[in-house]
């Protein structure tokens, strides 16, 4: 049974660091090729992280969007997942070390550790203000959210002074829009009829955007459509305002400070700190600035994609961290570690823009493929059709669409469960 | 909105302390009578017991087996729900204490505080050895058992001495005997396939019971039966293993120390001890001792129903903690409820016996009704069409038949996450 067995020690090792989007597709598009794969993550499952929104605001649970990456590799005979939290590449040595004291050799590498929450040097705004990067995050906005209304039914009912939670957001990109559509529909529609002493309609929601505008990665007038098909839900977007600082239950700009209930943080990631234990340049957001192959310079058998690797496209921005990227560069890195078995050399990675997408509430989003702008609802079925088809995971899908189908019938969601518990760890 | 306007102030008020099936079967049995209900429940959700074995080996997800109470009790007007634990009454002033210093005057109490793992004096096994009574429970289950199939195979892969995990489950009753059977499955089905360096099938799953055999409440032809079925998938099944201490990674009988990677408890459960907060007498396992109406002596307006009373059946043995019993009780009650406000004497109450079921892994069960004696296959599609049909919840009746119907079909189980994080509690 061992992997390590001499028939399968001939074949060229392919570790991979990551089974997100980047990592399960290499792994995939290395089925066929003559090299044994391994496969690390800390977590046991992949997760379909455009989605983690709607396990954060009880639309969907937990294993709607992510799944066993055993369950997905496992029919994949040169495949060997590993549970395990990787703390250092010797890319001299040409090993992974592993959290715990093991190392793994390899003979080709491919770093795909994505992102997670940065608060620009803030980091004990964390406390107050989480992100959403992870199952485990969601879980803990799902469940602030729920106990925020919670909180302000038992005070009402029992005559002390009552309102409505205030919910803050902030960061207006795509995460903080989706985010925020979907808080104020919890409130206006989810929760219609549930409470006695509030009124969860009532509740406020807020958007805060530093910048000028919501959502700049789109054109100026879909930005402005995200700002009134958010107004019709019912969130209030404040642009130009900047955090200066976040306390338990207050978050201050720089001319006000907004007492509030729950604040989220969805306005800035950087690559995982995988990175700086590499040794090669990385961009300020942590970011391995790869060579035309996805190579780390000077290393031509060591590849870094998706949210950890700094690229620039042909207009000479980088890349956004976003799913298609991490896939295309995954493909193409197999490709070249295909090309490289065979003795030929590596190509370089062109990347294919396939447009961007944003969902606002239920039946709202904008998209943009090229010139074509799209908003509302029909910006929101092509937002629909592109997730579920993506859901890696047939029963996924086909649970997802009922549950989603049966949601949008009826308003409910119930996924909206509060389960407090202290988790024993991984040894 | 308040629910202490002046109008509702003048009819009876009625709380329920508990939302299982007894207290939501209560409240909703009162729908109709002219009193307003408050439930109290120190989650947010009722949870379908009768299936968090399904949860704690991964083939069904929490939100599939746990509702929102606000969702399942939302359009009845007449009642309030409230997220508050109590932590006494007061049977005399007519007031239920709750934690945080609140407290809630009734003119009715129901009190369906429900049953939690008791280790017979031995709490210290608690950590060891969990207990399954809450989603909570099943959650830690699940993490514990994933990561005993993980760490084997980390050390498998590694090289070190590694053999698949040894599972024990402690007590043969309903709850032992179903979660044996789902952990035989998992290793051998389920699993199968995905490992590299261990052979999952080879898992042992072990179930002790101290007395002479296993599902004592069954009659011995399907005590037998079921020794039988669990052998079939690969269960031992040790009667008369009594044990004596429960250490990590071993446990201890007379005259045996078995090491094992998880060990789960199913081997007692007391009534929750809000009972004793109460006052009058309790029986040995802390449930208390009801009048025949289901009041408590003494106090006509107060009552206690499902696993937290006693009450004896025509054959002089108490009812067992099941939840027709508790659905049965609750109907009683809301009737004597509805004749006291209409100022009628209560009815005492008469249970009536629907027979009993225990499942087997997939599609194997045992079933007793009356005298009729069922098994195997037959006996687990009745036990399929009683839980399908007693989910509370339309979208999950419909989901969990999608999730069991694609499970039983292809042996897969997507809710098989590790998801370790630490919960912010309610304040």
């Known amino acids: 049974m061992s992997a390590e067995s001499p028939e399968r020690e001939r074949r060229p090792h392919v570790v991979i660091v990551g089974a997100g989007f ?30 983690l929104y709607q396990v954060a605001t009880a639309g969907l649970s937990p294993s709607e969007i992510a799944q066993p990456i055993r369950g997905i590799l496992g029919s994949q005979r040169n495949v060997t997942v590993r549970m395990a939290e990787a703390s250092g590449v010797d890319l001299a040595e040409r090993r992974v070390h592993l959290v715990g004291g093991d190392d793994i050799a390899w003979d080709y590498l491919i770093v795909a550790c994505g992102a ?34 919670e909180r302000a039914e038992n005070d009402a009912v029992t005559g002390h002074p009552a ?34 002493g509030i009124d969860p309609s009532a509740a406020k929601i807020l958007l805060l955007e530093a910048g000028p ?56 990631v950087a690559a995982n700190p995988l990175t700086r234990r590499l040794g090669p340049p990385l961009d300020p957001t942590g970011r391995v600035v790869v060579e035309r192959d996805l190579s780390i ?26 799913s298609p990227v991490a896939m295309q560069q995954a493909r193409a890195v ?39 702008h799209l908003s509302g609802f029909v910006a929101w079925m092509a937002w629909l059709l592109v997730h579920i088809f993506y859901l890696i995971g047939f029963k996924n899908r086909v649970v997802v669409m009922i549950v989603w189908a049966w949601s949008y019938l009826t308003y409910r969601r119930g996924s909206r469960l509060i389960i407090a518990r202290e988790a024993p760890r991984l040894r």
């Open 116 to 149: 997670e929450t940065s608060y620009f040097g803030h980091d004990d705004w964390s406390r107050s203000a989480p992100g959403l990067k992870s199952v485990e995050d969601a879980l803990g906005i799902r469940q602030r959210v729920l106990e925020a209304f």
């Open 163 to 196: 309102q409505p939670p205030c919910l803050v957001v902030i960061g207006g990109g795509p995460t903080g829009v989706e985010l925020a559509g979907a808080l104020a529909e919890l409130g206006r529609h989810v929760f219609r009829r549930e409470f006695r």
């Open 297 to 322: 310079p000077g290393h031509p058998r060591a590849f870094v994609i998706g949210d950890a690797a700094r690229f620039d496209g042909p207009d000479g921005h980088p890349l956004p961290g976003v």
């Open 334 to 372: 197999a490709r070249s570690i295909r090309r490289s078995v065979g003795g030929e050399a590596p190509l370089p990675f062109v990347y294919v823009d396939k447009g961007q997408l944003a969902t606002i509430g239920r039946i709202r989003a904008i998209a943009m493929v090229g010139r074509i």
């Open 22 to 51: 980047g990592g399960l597709t290499a792994a995939k598009a290395l089925a066929s090729a003559d090299v044994r794969v391994t496969v690390i993550d800390r977590t046991n499952h992949h997760t379909f992280q455009p989605l």
């Open 213 to 268: 505008r919501i959502l700049p990665s789109f054109s100026d007038d879909l930005s402005k459509s995200a700002v009134a098909q958010l107004a019709d839900l019912g969130v209030e977007v404040r642009t130009g305002a900047r955090v200066s600082a976040i306390e338990p239950g207050v978050v201050v700009l720089e001319h006000d400070r907004l007492a509030c209930s729950v604040v989220l943080w969805a306005a800035g």
